[in-house]
């Protein structure tokens, strides 16, 4: 069986779509362990080590134990001289003591901190996680001041404060009742492009940039207040 696989423009390739040489092309994919091949399996390993061992100044072995029963969902910027990974989310299965999906190490690369990656990346990992136990609710671990980031998409705090990598935490449900989930990157893509209808869609874009505004304003308040949130698996 093979990877699940669509290529996609990203948020900035929506925008500057007039100008080929200016696109980015996203591959996104759902792998289970087995069907990555070296080359993924490598810069999913590096990404991690990159933005939650060093970027977050947190040390541990980022290497669990836990990636051979987990589903790995990803971005691939194909048209980068040295291809990374953009956004990853692990998504590990319940069981009979703990039932719910666990969404962890969810990251993005800091050039993709300003588009609509990490949306993108959570309605994906979200979808997924429905495909695959349909029914099973999803849990996350949020630093508090992304708690509004996972309200857009349907999660509920249920349990935190507490103290994860030093920073305060709490942990957020969902329970894949509502299958409708938030298609905002669409929306600023077509924004971009229609520029004679930004007048009709401001009224449908303007919260959007009031959410950011607010994950802004929010983020001030902490030391990692430019980076999305970074989940190390631990404290499970």
Request: hydrophobic fraction near 40%; proline fraction near 5%.
């Amino acid at each position: 069986m093979r990877c699940r696989r669509r290529t996609v423009l990203s948020g900035h390739a929506w925008r500057f779509l007039r100008w080929p040489n200016e696109e980015h092309i996203m591959d996104w994919k759902c792998c289970e362990f087995g069907q990555l091949s070296s080359d993924e399996l490598y810069l999913i390993l590096r990404a991690r080590n990159a933005v939650l061992v060093v970027e977050n100044a947190h040390v541990h072995l980022d290497i669990d134990g836990k990636d051979k029963q987990a589903l790995h969902v990803f971005a691939i910027d194909t048209r980068a001289q040295q291809r990374s990974v953009e956004g990853y989310a692990r998504l590990l299965p319940g069981d009979d003591i703990d039932p719910e999906t666990i969404i962890d190490k969810f990251l993005t690369s800091a050039a993709r901190r300003d588009d609509d990656t990490a949306e993108q990346l959570l309605r994906r990992a979200l979808s997924h996680a429905r495909e695959r136990w349909p029914g099973a609710p999803v849990r996350i671990h949020s630093p508090i001041y992304r708690e509004a980031f996972y309200s857009r998409f349907g999660f509920r705090k249920v349990d935190g404060p507490f103290l994860e990598h030093g920073m305060p935490y709490i942990g957020m449900i969902h329970s894949m009742r509502d299958t409708t989930l938030p298609s905002r990157g669409l929306l600023r893509g077509v924004r971009g492009l229609v520029e004679p209808v930004a007048g009709a869609l401001g009224s449908v874009t303007q919260p959007a940039r009031a959410v950011r505004a607010d994950a802004r304003t929010e983020s001030d308040a902490y030391a990692f207040s430019s980076r999305l949130p970074a989940d190390s698996g631990v404290n499970r």
